[in-house]
C-alpha cells in the first residue's frame, strides 16, 4: 500500500475555502486517489476519488498533482458541518480493494 | 446509513466472554468488510468478505472470526473478549462499480 503524509490538523473559519493536502509519492500508476470523511462519532463517508484528472463533485473537488505524488481536497466555502477528519487513500478503484486507512486531518472549523 | 445497520450500537462485556457483532445490509452489495478505530491508530482491517461464505483475513485478525452465510449479513466475533478488544467498530460494504464505500454508525465495545 501506497504510504500518505497528511498534516495532523488544520484550521479553517467558516464560508471560507480550506485546502487539504496529501502526498502520496508512492503511489502506484493504478491506484486512485479516495478521500473520506468521518463526522465526529460517526463512520467514515466517502467524499471523491479521482485518477489523474482533477475532479468535483457536490461535495468537494480534488486537484491531483501532474506528477500524482500529491493531492489537494477542496472544500470551496467551509461549514461548522465540514469539522471532521479527512483521510487520504490510495488505492484500487475496483468497488472491492481494501482500504487502508492513515491517521487523516483533523479539520477545525470556526464560526 | 439507511443500507446499513450494526448491532448492537453499545455492549459492554466481560473478559474472557464470548461476543458477536452483526452488520445488516439491504444493499444487496456483494462485499462486506469489518474495521476496528482506536485512539492514534485510525481504522484498521479485521476481516473482510466478498461474498457469502467466502473470507479473507485484514490486517489486525487475531483473536477475531467472521461468518456470512446470506448476502445481508456479515457476523464478527471475539471468541473470548480480552481488554485490547475495547475499540469501536465499523462495518462497510462496497460493489463493483458503484464508488465508495458506505460504513454503518459503529458499535462501541468495551471489555472489562
Known amino acids: 500500500d501506497a504510504k500518505t503524509t497528511q498534516p495532523n490538523s488544520m484550521e479553517s473559519n467558516e464560508e471560507e475555502p480550506v485546502h487539504l493536502p496529501c502526498n502520496h509519492s508512492?503511489?502506484?500508476?493504478?491506484?486512485?486517489i479516495h478521500w473520506y470523511r468521518q463526522l465526529p462519532s460517526q463512520g467514515p463517508e466517502y467524499v471523491i476519488h479521482g485518477l489523474t484528472s482533477n475532479v468535483n463533485n457536490r461535495m468537494a473537488s480534488l486537484a491531483i498533482a501532474e506528477d500524482r505524488k500529491s493531492s489537494t481536497l477542496i472544500l470551496h466555502r467551509a461549514t461548522l458541518r465540514d469539522a471532521a477528519v479527512y483521510y487520504c487513500?490510495?488505492?484500487?478503484?475496483?468497488?472491492?480493494?481494501?482500504?487502508?486507512f492513515g491517521k487523516g486531518t483533523m479539520l477545525l472549523v470556526s464560526p | 446509513d439507511a443500507g446499513i445497520t450494526q448491532s448492537p450500537r453499545h455492549k459492554v462485556t466481560e473478559t474472557g466472554t464470548p461476543v458477536t457483532l452483526r452488520c445488516h445490509q439491504t444493499e444487496n452489495h456483494r462485499y462486506m468488510y469489518w474495521y476496528r478505530q482506536d485512539p492514534g491508530h485510525g481504522l484498521r482491517l479485521i476481516h473482510y468478505?466478498?461474498?457469502?461464505?467466502?473470507?479473507d483475513k485484514g490486517e489486525v485478525s487475531d483473536g477475531y472470526s467472521v461468518s456470512r452465510s446470506k448476502t445481508e449479513d456479515f457476523l464478527l466475533t471475539l471468541e473470548s473478549a480480552t481488554s485490547s478488544q475495547t475499540s469501536v467498530y465499523f462495518c462497510a460494504i462496497s460493489e463493483i462499480g458503484l464508488y465508495g464505500y458506505t460504513f454503518g454508525s459503529g458499535t462501541r465495545l468495551t471489555v472489562v
Open positions: 508512492t503511489i502506484s500508476g493504478t491506484d486512485y
Open positions: 468478505s466478498y461474498g457469502v461464505k467466502d473470507t
Open positions: 487513500i490510495p488505492s484500487m478503484n475496483s468497488g472491492y480493494s481494501t482500504l487502508t
